[in-house]
């Protein structure tokens, strides 16, 4: 009877309501189920019993009142006791001087450091930015024209950019001497552009859109671009064509009695 009692269908689900109950840590009344009260197994599963533990001992040097100083933040007497305290207690330092020559020591090398490592970090960078002893060499030249016969261009590499050279008749200089000024889209005296007037030197570079102009062509005879249709006279300077500027003319100096062209920074050039 006993047992057929405890697994009818109503019996099972006041256990179960009261284990959910006793779980959840409420019930509403200590109400025996199966021989046992719900307050009991509520307390048995929701309260955990404590023991007293042992108290944790830490080294003098993590106390708080060594960390921390109860009065200021690191003033000068907790600094003294707990940084130079050996050395004050045996006499040796009373006054902090060594600790204190000590602390400058560090310090003064931590900065020689920090400054030595900057410049070797900053002459490293800026070392990768400086052009190449290659490119230097190649900055500052000197062209043979003494072989280059009147009416020739000879075309030369000079920075990675070709640059024409014509040795000019006295024809092509009366030209363009007698050019007005006022008919040119970018007026410049034949005179002025170049450092001798028998000597035409530029950078055979096109002002439109940086093409390469074909030498002894076009209206002029000159150079011609034959991208976008670029004319420019034997002096260089633009007279047709889409170009906005005249040729540029490189940094040089006829040198040797005319029979060398200096090309690059003329505070270097030889005299």
């Known amino acids: 009877d006993h047992l057929r009692t405890f697994l ?63 009065r200021g933040a690191f003033t000068d007497k907790f600094v003294m006791d707990t940084y130079v305290r050996s050395a004050v207690k045996n006499g040796e330092d009373a006054t902090g001087d060594r600790a204190r020559l000590y602390c400058y020591f560090v310090k003064a090398n931590m900065w020689a450091c920090s400054l030595a490592m900057t410049r070797a970090m900053a002459l490293f960078f800026i070392s990768h930015f400086r052009p190449t002893k290659s490119t230097q060499a190649l900055a500052n030249i000197e062209v043979d024209i003494g072989d280059i016969p009147e009416g020739k261009t000879v075309t030369i590499v000079w920075r990675g950019k070709p640059v024409f050279i014509r040795h ?41 859109l940086g093409c390469v102009p074909n030498v002894g062509e076009g209206n002029f005879g000159a150079y011609f671009c034959p991208c976008h249709g670029s004319h420019y006279d034997h002096s260089g300077r633009i007279r047709k064509g889409p170009a906005p500027l005249n040729l540029e003319v490189p940094p040089h100096k006829i040198i040797g009695d005319g029979k060398s062209l200096y090309l690059g920074d003329l505070a270097s050039a030889p005299q």
Do not use: N
């Open 168 to 208: 000019r008749t006295d024809e092509e200089i009366a030209a363009e001497a007698a050019v007005p000024l006022a008919s040119l889209r970018d007026p410049q005296a034949d005179s002025d552009r170049l450092a001798d007037t028998k000597w035409a030197v530029f950078v055979g570079v096109c002002t439109h």
């Open 8 to 70: 009818t269908v109503p019996y099972q689900m006041a256990l179960a309501r009261a284990l959910v109950q006793a779980t959840r840590g409420y019930s509403t009344a200590p109400a025996l189920v199966g021989g046992v009260a719900v307050a009991q197994l509520r307390e048995s599963l929701t309260t955990t019993k404590l023991k007293g533990k042992p108290p944790v001992k830490l080294p003098a040097y993590l106390k708080p009142e060594v960390l921390r100083p109860s």
